[in-house]
């Protein structure tokens, strides 16, 4: 937090990086093809959005980044994961906070149990850290244009170690981040996890029948077949009306 406070053109300094990442990481063959006009434009839309994102950053509490790009190797049952965390900072109070970029649309509703639809941030949260490591959070960063940049996640006092000029409606505030919860979200990767090694893949899907309209597997798939048998059974298991 304090480097980036000592910038002095913080302008300059983003557009520096920019410039400078965009040559590096794009292919000279790839740059040829393409107009220079479109990218001007885009140097100029990663600009202003990291600017945008770095000046949400500056009203944040205190705050120090341990690593970029952190690598980890966890253990799940007889899986191994090679994990890698975009960034984790230690917050004021020490804790830390895993954080997780992402430029397109999500939300944490989908790390809600049972059967969560993203497992990436609570298996960050439930095994990448040491056991004398203290988590205070979880969250995407959520780099977008607007109203929806910022972070998005389960804190244990956001307003205390993130924001401090949260509202209690916030997400941040509302969502609170406890050893339950982690423990909830670790029991149920590790099921998940025996389910795999185990072969399972029981036809189950999670939002039956919206689920069935997006999948492209209906030739090999007999869900159709177990819901009306399944229907079927349960009819003949109602007791019959009695005769008037």
Same mark, same amino acid.
């Given at each position: ?23 590096? *990481? ?6 040829? $093809? #393409?107009?220079?006009?479109? =990218? &001007?434009? %885009?140097?100029? !839309? ?5 600017? *945008? ?6 009203? $944040? #509490?205190?705050?120090?980044? =341990? &690593?970029? %790009?952190?690598? !980890? ?13 975009? $960034? ?157």
């Amino acid at each position: 937090m304090d480097d980036l406070r000592k910038i002095d053109d913080l302008d300059t300094f983003i557009a520096e990086h920019v410039r400078r990442a965009t040559q590096s *990481e794009l292919k000279q063959a790839v740059r040829e $093809r #393409l107009p220079q006009r479109y =990218l &001007e434009m %885009e140097e100029r !839309r990663l600009i202003f959005l990291v600017g *945008e994102w770095l000046a949400y950053e500056l009203t $944040r #509490l205190d705050f120090n980044v =341990l &690593e970029t %790009e952190a690598k !980890r190797t966890v253990k799940i049952d007889s899986l191994s994961f090679d994990l890698r965390l975009d $960034r984790i900072d230690k917050l004021p109070d020490g804790s830390l906070l895993v954080i997780d970029y992402k430029t397109g649309t999500v939300t944490t509703k989908s790390w809600e149990l049972p059967r969560p639809d993203d497992v990436q941030l609570p298996l960050y949260a439930s095994f990448a850290l040491g056991a004398e490591e203290t988590l205070g959070g979880v969250t995407f960063a959520k780099v977008r244009r607007g109203k929806e940049l910022g972070f998005a996640g389960h804190m244990t006092d956001a307003r205390a170690t993130l924001i401090d000029s949260l509202r209690g409606t916030s997400g941040l505030m509302k969502n609170k981040l406890d050893e339950q919860k982690v423990r909830e979200w670790k029991r149920e990767i590790e099921n998940l996890a025996r389910n795999f090694v185990a072969g399972r893949a029981d036809v189950n899907p999670r939002e039956y029948p919206d689920t069935c309209t997006r999948c492209g597997l209906h030739t090999l798939c007999r869900i159709q077949e177990h819901r009306v048998l399944l229907s079927v059974v349960e009819d003949a298991a109602e007791p019959e009306a009695a005769d008037e």
